[in-house]
């Protein structure tokens, strides 16, 4: 039978990984930006920010939270009102 000693690397044999989320629930959004669940909805419904529904579970892709935060702060203006 093989031991290891104590203070051996065993990170050199495992594999790390990042989990880089592809999706975001609504409070996960409302966390990520400093907007409310309300301001979200709006955006939704506006068709300035694009969702999915997976087993009943709204999800926003995390491709559609680069778009919002890539456009202008003037585009976004006109759907605060």
Request: net charge negative.
């Given at each position: 039978?093989?031991?290891?000693?104590?203070?051996?690397?065993?990170?050199?044999?495992?594999?790390?990984?990042?989990?880089?989320?592809?999706?975001?629930?609504i409070e996960q959004v409302m966390q990520l930006l400093p907007i409310g669940r309300t301001s979200i909805y709006k955006l939704i419904?506006?068709?300035?920010?694009?969702?999915?529904?997976?087993?009943?579970?709204?999800?926003?892709?995390?491709?559609?939270?680069?778009?919002?935060?890539?456009?202008?702060?003037?585009?976004?203006?006109?759907?605060?009102?």
């Open positions: 039978m093989r031991t290891h000693e104590h203070g051996e690397n065993q990170m050199t044999n495992s594999v790390s990984y990042q989990l880089n989320p592809i999706g975001y629930s419904k506006a068709g300035e920010l694009q969702t999915v529904v997976i087993c009943g579970r709204r999800i926003v892709p995390a491709t559609e939270i680069d778009r919002l935060l890539s456009q202008s702060e003037r585009d976004l203006s006109q759907i605060e009102a």
